[in-house]
């Protein structure tokens, strides 16, 4: 057993919360000028069954953050193993992140991307304020799910979902 963290820096708590193993997604929406807006994000879970609600979290400092505060709906794009690239392409400053992948138009509009695990398509019902995040709550309006294993990310690197035998 390792010494506990005394100091709680930020450093320290990005390390410890890198150990929990998370999916990975692209969140999109539609910004004010009809243009599409999407990250990489997997600060994303599941809030409610009923209602169906989930929530994600952006940085207050993300260049996206007021398009998605503008916008009345959002997806979940859930990415499976093979779009790992994709996965990079949305985290970086890509001007035209959209050139990749099969697009189409989704609930309101928002770009939904083929061949992912699942899509969760909501319209956005709530934002909460909460430290250097906004966390954005959103009504689920229509999904899908293709029987594909998800990209899964832990400690600042992708991995493969393997099963436990």
């Excluded at 057993?1 to 929406?29: E, H």
Aim: aromatic share 8%; net charge negative.
């Amino acid at each position: 057993m390792t010494q506990p963290v005394t100091a709680i820096t930020p450093l320290a708590l990005r390390s410890a919360l890198g150990r929990f193993a998370t999916g990975v997604t692209i969140v999109t929406c539609v910004g004010p000028e009809g243009q599409s807006i999407g990250l990489t994000a997997n600060s994303f879970q599941a809030l409610s069954l009923v209602p169906p609600l989930v929530l994600w979290s952006l940085r207050n400092s993300s260049p996206s953050l007021a398009a998605f505060r503008a916008a009345k709906h959002f997806a979940v794009n859930v990415l499976a193993e093979s779009q790992v690239e994709l996965s990079r392409r949305f985290a970086s400053p890509e001007a035209d992140k959209f050139a990749e992948g099969a697009w189409a138009r989704g609930v309101g509009g928002v770009p939904v991307l083929s061949g992912c695990a699942a899509v969760i398509e909501c319209e956005r019902v709530q934002e909460v304020e909460a430290g250097d995040h906004c966390l954005f709550i959103g009504a689920v309006r229509a999904l899908f799910e293709a029987p594909l294993q998800p990209l899964v990310f832990q400690s600042g690197h992708y991995h493969l979902l393997g099963e436990i035998l």
